[in-house]
């Protein structure tokens, strides 16, 4: 019997993987890949709005929104919310980055139609003045515990070093100006105009039934308004050369933050610069770490990628004790220089490929990491991204291709903040 078509596609297979997606008239679309001998299921809201859709005096709203969202909804109160999470097992969070917020759940498929109903009922909160008023007291706590934090607010001076004047340099949690000049109603409009169908995306992953799910997201939502569309996204100028130093009064160490330029998440460049990111300053095995961690020299150095849907970030991070942190940097120049000029060897590589390939196997048996993977390509792009291609796409990263994207993207950083004791 041939497969059913859905939206004019064959759901796609890959030995005992399944992927369908549908779209709903109010625009709502629904993503899965089903796993028909797991053991358990993540299902989850992708909303396409973050700190970048923000305006400068409403910084942190998408934040606040998030924890909103659980403080009840017109059938059901905080508690009542927290209670049914906890009857269902598993478990459940949400967060909020950049370019998106997630709110998401993985339990056992037999709690598929209670978690999907509880999730969709969230979606709509009741967004009260009092709760509003309580969740303002949690936010500005927040913003004091991570400034207390290493490396007490260098990524978030870096990013805004690095994006200066766009929605990416915008910091996440927003400023304790920000959280307590907003009022309800302008909470309340921000999530009218961001929280509609047509800018969600629901995924889901594990053992599950789509069809079901799908007929039950359709009557769920049915009265769902559809929002205004929503102006693009402005991509972000080049980013000029900076550096900056916070001082912070009885720290033992110092903190350097370095970026730099790397692929969007919609380059496929994107490949070989991770791996070269591995090869450089993965957390173990990599050449800075064996020159400066693995010799004491520093307690950490390491490199990492982050990308966004039109541009990317390569992050550089050094921890070590202030006397030494000018000359560790110039010796993690160093490296990076002659990795620039010199590429890459064949056995790097195949070590990089085989440590990213493998991390990759393993995070796929858990249902919550392939949900996050299948929602966030498929909000970011529209398409489907199987296990299996994205590791050939490693596999074929050749050392010309490493070759090739240290030209267009130099390992070199332009934006410091560093961290120092006073």
Known sequence: MPEKKLDGLLPHRNQDTMFRHTTLENGLQIVAEIHPEGYTASFGYFVRTGARDETDAMAGVSHFLEHMMF????????????????????????????????????????????????????????????DFETERKVIIEEIAKYDDQPPF??????????????????????????????TPDQMRDYFVANYGPQSMVFAAAGRLDFDRLVMDLQQRTAAWRPMERRAARVAPAAAHSTHAEISIAEIAQAYSIRVGRAPSACDMDRYPMRLASTILGDESGSRIYWELVDTGLAEMAVTWTQEFDDCGVLFHYLVCHPDDMESNLAHVNEIIDRMQEGGVEEQELEQAINKTTAALVLQSERPSNRMFSVG???????????????????RRVTREDIYRILDRYPLRPTTQVLTNPT
């Open 376 to 394: 966030n390509t498929w909000m970011l792009r529209g398409v489907y991204d199987p296990l299996d291609e994205v590791l050939d796409r490693y």
């Open 153 to 182: 607010g260098a990524f978030e001076r870096s990013m805004a070093d690095f994006f200066p004047g766009h929605g990416l340099g915008r910091r996440i949690l927003g400023t304790e100006q920000t959280i307590l000049a907003m």
């Open 71 to 130: 403080k009840g909804t017109a059938r059901r109160s905080a508690a009542d919310v927290n209670r049914e999470l906890d009857e269902l097992g598993g478990q459940s969070n949400a967060y909020t980055s950049e370019e998106q917020t997630v709110y998401y759940a993985t339990v056992l498929p037999k709690y598929q139609d209670r978690i999907v109903e509880l999730l969709t009922d969230l979606m709509r909160p009741s967004l009260r003045t009092e």
